[in-house]
């Protein structure tokens, strides 16, 4: 399995997102400009120039029509997938962090950072299908807890939003009340940040990641933890495979401590784990630094990954990978 190297971004990734067809893969960094690449041969197909601070997360609608991306400059922004023209800015008073279409891509949720008094807040956006009529109103906004929310997104049938982030607790809102619905215990739940959450191609379970060493994953509805996978380091992505029962998790520790040891004690590989037995798989190495974004084709056949090192990794699975007996 021989990665192809992507270097577009100059500045550590974020998020990396394909569309539903699999034909495009979206990768965020701290640079700034969004890129799209096609997703079989890595080659970058353009970028999205506007913002002018990191960029979070990003979502593409499942028409592909239109990108949402959530950026540090305060401001999350709607563009034109194919020309790169930016179609409308949201504009708020802190960073942006977590961005997500509802099934429809009539909504949107965004999430903001708390930032001087103001507390962390989650907002639901109309998103209208002519960019004209697109207004900055928001249908709701919910307060939210101390602490950043790392990750916002809709719970089945748009009934619910799903958030989780520093606080360690997980939590269910009610998507037009605001009304909290219920939240992870602190026995079961994560120790520490919850740095990634990734929905399930059906809406019936996520896969939650944490700095606390673990991805759990949850039952959707109501919440129920149905897993738990551990290593050895801090988690900052996780993915499900939609073709076959495995997710793949990545980390490493912080920028800050790597330079202490050697490349293979920074453990930066993505490792895979059996979805039902909990046990490891196995694990793909090469990121010069911890792995910050996870990303499944939606026909489970490759696989890619952000780095630290500014590099996105595609990698096509070999035969062996699905000839995997446990």
């Known amino acids: 399995m021989r990665p192809i190297l992507m270097k577009g971004h100059e500045r550590p990734l974020t998020f990396l997102k394909y569309n539903r067809e699999g034909d495009l893969l979206f990768s965020c960094a701290k640079d700034h400009t969004p890129t799209v690449w096609f997703a079989d041969n890595g080659e ?11 960029v979070w997360c990003c979502d593409v609608s499942r028409d592909c029509r239109r990108l949402i991306t959530g950026s540090a400059d305060q401001s999350a922004k709607l563009w034109d997938v194919q ?24 909504l949107a949720v965004i999430t903001t950072d708390p930032f001087m008094e103001l507390t962390s807040a989650i907002h639901v956006k109309t998103i209208s299908s002519d960019p004209h009529e697109q207004t900055d109103e928001s249908l709701l906004t919910i307060k939210g807890p101390k602490g950043r ?3 916002a997104v809709w719970g089945p049938l748009n009934k ?7 606080d360690v607790v997980i939590r269910i809102w009610d998507s037009e009340t605001g009304k ?9 739940g994560h120790q520490n940040t919850v740095s990634s959450l990734f929905m399930s191609e059906d809406g019936s379970h996520f896969l939650t990641g944490s700095l606390d060493k673990s991805a759990k994953l949850w039952d959707s509805r109501t919440l129920t933890l149905i ?7 801090p988690v900052n992505a996780v993915a499900m495979s939609p073709l076959l029962d495995h997710v793949v998790i990545g980390g490493g520790q912080d920028a800050s401590s790597v330079t202490t040891t050697d490349r293979r004690a920074g453990k930066f590989e993505a490792k895979f784990f059996h979805k039902i037995l909990q046990e490891e798989i196995g694990g793909v190495k090469g990121h010069f630094g911890p792995i910050n ?16 090192d500014g590099y996105v990794r595609l990698h096509h699975f070999d035969q062996d990978y699905f000839n995997i007996k446990m």
């Open 44 to 54: 970058r197909l353009g970028t999205y120039k506007g913002h002018n601070g990191a």
């Open 83 to 106: 020309t790169g023209a930016e179609l409308f800015t949201f504009k708020f008073d802190s960073p942006a962090r977590a961005v997500n279409f509802a099934v429809g891509d009539k």
């Open 149 to 151: 929310i790392q990750n």
């Open 160 to 166: 619910t939003i799903i958030s989780a982030g520093e």
């Open 180 to 188: 909290l619905l219920n939240e992870s215990s602190k026995e079961i």
């Open 227 to 233: 897993k738990t996978y551990v290593t050895e380091r």
């Open 293 to 308: 974004a996870l990303a499944f084709n939606p026909d489970g056949r490759s696989f890619t990954s952000g780095g630290e």
